[in-house]
């Protein structure tokens, strides 16, 4: 049952939940620093676009050597190149705003003090189901914070940008959640 479960999950592609739409230009502004931090926050916290596509990554790594698993693998190298591109985009709009886009958490909104990313925050499962379940509540967690950018920033050209990144984890979530379901979980 196993078997057939993993070939079932093997046999979904994440195409069919892609989304094919570029993303707005990205435009130099003025936020306020709750926004700033917010947007810090979804850029290089604990779980953010950096933890994303380091955890994804890996996981494309130790997936495609499943055989089993091995269109899974390669769909989680989609969704890490997704991920790498918010993260861009974050820290572009970021470096736009004047705001030096290192791989930190500032502390007391302090540039010169930071709680650095690192290593531990990526979740390193081995198993398909608990994989999912991760990227699951990292897709929650993501969607979760940008809704909240959204609606505390006045600024267009990041709600815009926030909508088009949205869309992604929505679909990276779907994605996630039709394996799961074909693992029989």
């Given amino acids: 049952m196993i078997i057939l479960n993993y070939i079932k999950a093997n046999s979904i592609k994440y195409e069919d939940f892609q989304v094919n739409e570029d993303f707005p230009e990205i435009e130099a502004s003025i936020l306020s620093q709750e926004v700033i931090n917010r947007v810090l926050a979804g850029y290089t916290a604990k779980k953010s676009e950096f933890t994303s596509q380091n955890q994804y990554r890996y996981q494309y790594i130790i997936l495609t050597y499943n055989n089993e698993l091995y269109n899974v693998g390669n769909n989680m190298r989609t969704i890490y190149l997704h991920e790498s591109k918010h993260f861009e985009i974050l820290g572009k709009k970021l470096f736009l705003t004047n705001v030096d886009p290192k791989l930190c958490r500032y502390i007391d909104n302090n540039p010169n003090i ?4 690192i290593a531990s925050n990526v979740d390193y499962y081995k198993e398909i189901a608990e994989i999912m379940k991760a990227n699951i ?27 088009r ?21």
Wanted: hydrophobic share 35%; net charge negative.
């Fill in 165 to 185: 990144i949205l869309k992604d984890e929505h679909s990276h979530r779907d994605y996630f959640r039709a394996v799961l379901e074909a693992l029989g979980e």
């Fill in 114 to 117: 930071c709680d650095y990313w």
């Fill in 137 to 163: 509540e990292l897709e929650n967690g993501a969607i979760r914070d940008y809704n909240e950018i959204y609606e505390m920033t006045t600024d267009e050209n990041l709600k815009e940008l926030i909508v």
